[in-house]
């Protein structure tokens, strides 16, 4: 637990991109995913999910940075793009008091709606989401799957617009906030962005370093999925799905090359009016 001096809650934008990128990386230390980030890591994961500095708060106890929380804003929508406490800070109270002066925040610029995700198996933060009032959406699935025996595919492989155009016309519900053409837009004229499209079905996916990541797919069948994503794996690097639906065609059809997910997420939404 922390010391007797009170924490205040200040704007992200007070600090440096790397402060914040510390700080972010000490608030997940021994989480069920632990994250480590660098400046520029967290600078672009600003930028891809649109997390407003201003809007974002930083927990200090003197002159320590003991949590922070992340928010989006896209219109009158927000999403906690993370919200962590440092280990020795826990159970105080510091999240509660994150959450809930981000919700002001968010509801202060125009926000409606908050949303976010966390992980099956994280407890202590579910009973905290639903004490503040989050009721659950949908669950998501995040999915690593390494290259296999190539398989026959007839897709062929197109520009990432044409191909992201296609998935609006396919798809039947809406993206999670990370999968969100919004955030699609970043990247769809990125090197290493191509496009994927089949019969009844089309994705966008991005060559990293290590992976093909699978940013947005949609298919009228499992088996037209399993085909989009069959061409997405003989490019014989592991492919990375994050946040995928329960039951969507695409979730179901990454089952023929992988046993389990990696990870299950519950989707959450808060009404703020």
Same mark, same amino acid.
């Given at each position: 637990?922390?010391?007797?001096?009170?924490?205040?809650?200040?704007?992200?934008?007070?600090?440096?991109?790397?402060?914040?990128?510390?700080?972010?990386?000490?608030?997940?230390?021994?989480?069920?995913?632990?994250?480590?980030?660098?400046?520029?890591?967290?600078?672009?994961?600003?930028?891809?999910?649109?997390?407003?500095?201003?809007?974002?708060?930083?927990?200090?106890?003197?002159?320590?940075?003991?949590?922070?929380?992340?928010?989006?804003?896209?219109?009158?929508?927000?999403?906690?793009?993370?919200?962590?406490?440092?280990?020795?800070?826990?159970?105080?109270?510091?999240?509660?008091?994150?959450?809930?002066?981000?919700?002001?925040?968010?509801?202060?610029?125009?926000?409606?709606?908050?949303?976010?995700?966390?992980?099956?198996?994280?407890?202590?933060?579910?009973?905290?989401?639903?004490?503040?009032?989050?009721?659950?959406?949908?669950?998501? %699935?995040?999915? #690593?799957? @390494?290259?296999?025996? /190539?398989? &026959?595919?007839?897709?062929?492989?197109?520009? $990432? =617009?044409? *191909?992201?155009?296609?998935?609006?016309?396919?798809?039947?519900?809406?993206?999670?906030?990370?999968?969100?053409?919004?955030?699609?837009?970043?990247?769809?004229?990125?090197?290493?962005?191509?496009?994927?499209?089949?019969?009844?079905?089309?994705?966008?996916?991005?060559?990293?370093?290590?992976?093909?990541?699978? %940013?947005?797919? #949609?298919? @009228?069948?499992?088996? /037209?999925? &399993?085909?989009?994503?069959?061409?997405?794996? $003989? =490019?014989? *690097?592991?492919?990375?799905?994050?946040?995928?639906?329960?039951?969507?065609?695409?979730?179901?059809?990454?089952?023929?090359?992988?046993?389990?997910?990696?990870?299950?997420?519950?989707?959450?939404?808060?009404?703020?009016?």
């Amino acid at each position: 637990m922390g010391g007797s001096t009170s924490v205040r809650l200040v704007p992200a934008s007070t600090f440096s991109i790397d402060e914040l990128a510390l700080t972010f990386t000490e608030s997940f230390e021994g989480y069920a995913v632990p994250m480590d980030v660098d400046g520029p890591t967290f600078r672009r994961m600003a930028e891809l999910f649109d997390i407003d500095a201003d809007a974002s708060l930083v927990a200090v106890r003197g002159d320590e940075r003991v949590g922070l929380v992340n928010v989006g804003l896209r219109g009158r929508s927000a999403w906690i793009g993370g919200m962590g406490v440092t280990a020795r800070e826990r159970r105080g109270g510091i999240g509660e008091a994150l959450m809930r002066a981000a919700h002001e925040s968010a509801a202060e610029r125009g926000a409606a709606e908050v949303w976010l995700e966390v992980i099956t198996t994280n407890e202590p933060a579910i009973r905290l989401y639903e004490k503040l009032g989050y009721e659950h959406v949908r669950e998501l %699935e995040i999915w #690593a799957v @390494e290259p296999v025996e /190539a398989q &026959a595919s007839a897709a062929r492989e197109t520009g $990432a =617009r044409e *191909a992201h155009a296609r998935v609006r016309e396919l798809r039947r519900e809406p993206e999670p906030w990370q999968r969100a053409d919004e955030t699609l837009e970043h990247v769809l004229d990125a090197e290493g962005t191509i496009g994927l499209v089949g019969d009844g079905a089309a994705a966008v996916v991005r060559a990293t370093e290590s992976a093909t990541v699978v %940013e947005q797919i #949609a298919a @009228e069948t499992a088996d /037209a999925a &399993a085909d989009v994503l069959a061409a997405a794996l $003989a =490019r014989g *690097a592991t492919l990375r799905l994050t946040n995928i639906p329960e039951g969507d065609e695409a979730a179901l059809a990454i089952r023929r090359f992988g046993d389990e997910p990696a990870l299950r997420q519950h989707e959450l939404r808060l009404a703020l009016t």
